[in-house]
Every structure is written in structure tokens, then in C-alpha cells.
């Protein structure tokens, strides 16, 4: 297949680091995707949020669109 096929996405956005009030739960989130981590988190470990402004989707060869980060977002509920 040709990459030009393929579908792939490309993330825009801004990357800051966790405050000390939000790193319990940035390492509790962590954890529940990669419990096997544990024993590393407690060397030389930073937590980042990458605060999302667009993407690009490409789904293939000429079928493109632009996504806005607010629709991106999680919802409550």
C-alpha cells in the first residue's frame, strides 16, 4: 500500500509541564495505562501536558480536514 494511502494525524498544541497540585493525578493516570512503570517514577521523572490546538487528519490520498482542539477535549458526563 502507498503511504499516501495511509491515515495519519498530526497534533498541534502547546507542552507545559505538570504543576506540583496536579502531579498526583498526571502519575495516578499514568499508572493505570502503564502499571509496570511504577518502580521508574520515582528516579528523574517529569509529567507533561500537551494542551491540544488543532490536528490534521489525513485519511488517505485527498481526504484531509482540519480539527479544532476545543472538539478535542474530553466532555463531562
Known amino acids: 500500500m502507498s503511504p499516501l494511502a495511509s491515515e495519519r494525524v498530526t497534533v498541534l498544541g ?11 493525578a498526571a502519575r495516578d493516570a499514568y499508572l493505570q495505562v502503564h502499571p509496570e512503570a511504577a518502580r521508574y517514577l520515582e528516579l528523574d521523572f517529569v509529567f507533561y501536558r500537551l494542551c491540544v490546538r488543532s490536528a490534521r487528519y489525513v485519511g488517505g490520498f485527498g481526504r484531509m480536514s482540519w480539527l479544532d482542539g476545543a472538539s478535542l477535549a474530553p466532555r463531562d458526563g
Do not use: N, W
Open 14 to 24: 502547546d507542552v507545559e509541564r505538570v504543576g506540583p497540585s496536579d502531579i498526583g
